[in-house]
């Protein structure tokens, strides 16, 4: 059984962070906590099979298909025979494999783009920040638009996600990031600015110990990854396809998750001459 890391990144991976993407951790609480005019971010648990919680930091809650909550400083933990999937409300899916634990440390938005018509696009700029212990993680993205930021650590990695599609897979030895479209922005050590990895990569992150550096390979998708990668990738890209988020008319900072019904079968209409004979 894996085990969980309860702790923060070292200070050597904070200050990588810090420097990588030009925010500090007090600045991310400090945003968090203070008030200010935006929508509430939110999250929709779009499916979950076995047991999967969700740490809200005034209770936990066994997460139930549909639920929806705020989606800043939560901590979503699927147990070991668990999946779920859940959709952010600047539409990025992710599936969760079991023993997962992902905290969603900053996730703000700002007002909704009016008359959007293209689902496939964010509806505002939105900045993301996770940290995932261990576990996997399969992400499905809106064309984010300018301005946007998405960003993960791990005990052994910080990255800038640019891509449409990626897996996360993280243990207490070693990060793997798989880019199946787009680009992902890698750190794995203090020296340089970071190293690109392109669809069809891999980087594989692995540290020898918690204080020294961490060492990045980039290579190729094995093969025998490719297709159980792009499943995970799948079940977040429907994931995404479950929900709509819009805003009340009546209040703009208030974000609603509408779930899509799906079409009933086809029935074709059936003629008078049927009918009366």
């Not at 968090?32 to 209770?59: H, W």
């Not at 018509?117 to 809106?142: A, F, K, R």
């Not at 650590?153 to 891509?163: L, N, R």
Request: proline residues 9%; contains cysteine.
């Amino acid at each position: 059984m894996k085990t969980k890391l309860h702790f923060l990144p070292t200070t050597a991976m904070g200050l990588m962070a810090a420097v990588l993407f030009g925010v500090s951790a007090a600045e991310m609480r400090a945003e968090s906590s203070a008030k200010r005019k935006k929508p509430t971010s939110k999250l929709y648990v779009a499916e979950v099979e076995g047991v999967a919680s969700i740490n809200t930091g005034d209770r936990i809650d066994d997460l139930v298909q549909k639920s929806v909550y705020s989606a800043e400083g939560t901590i979503i933990e699927s147990r070991p025979d668990a999946t779920t999937a859940i959709v952010l409300s600047n539409g990025t899916g992710m599936c969760f494999d079991p023993n997962t634990e992902l905290d969603i440390r900053r996730f703000q938005q700002e007002p909704f783009s009016p008359n959007r018509n293209d689902p496939e696009v964010e509806p505002s700029i939105s900045q993301t920040n996770g940290w995932l212990p261990h576990g996997v993680i399969g992400l499905c993205n809106s064309k984010m638009v300018a301005g946007s930021t998405m960003n993960f650590s791990t005990p052994q990695a910080v990255m800038a996600v640019h891509a449409r599609k990626v897996v996360v897979e993280t243990t207490d030895t070693e990060t793997r990031i798989s880019v199946i479209d787009g680009e992902v922005t890698v750190q794995g050590g203090l020296s340089g600015g970071g190293e690109t990895v392109n669809t069809g990569q891999q980087a594989v992150i692995t540290r020898s110990s918690p204080t020294a550096p961490s060492v990045v390979k980039i290579q190729p998708i094995p093969p025998e990854q490719s297709k159980p990668l792009s499943d995970r990738v799948a079940i977040a890209c429907m994931a995404r396809k479950t929900v709509y988020f819009d805003v009340d008319k009546t209040d703009p900072n208030e974000i609603i998750p509408k779930p899509v019904v799906p079409p009933g079968p086809y029935i074709p209409p059936v003629s008078p001459y049927i009918i009366s004979h």
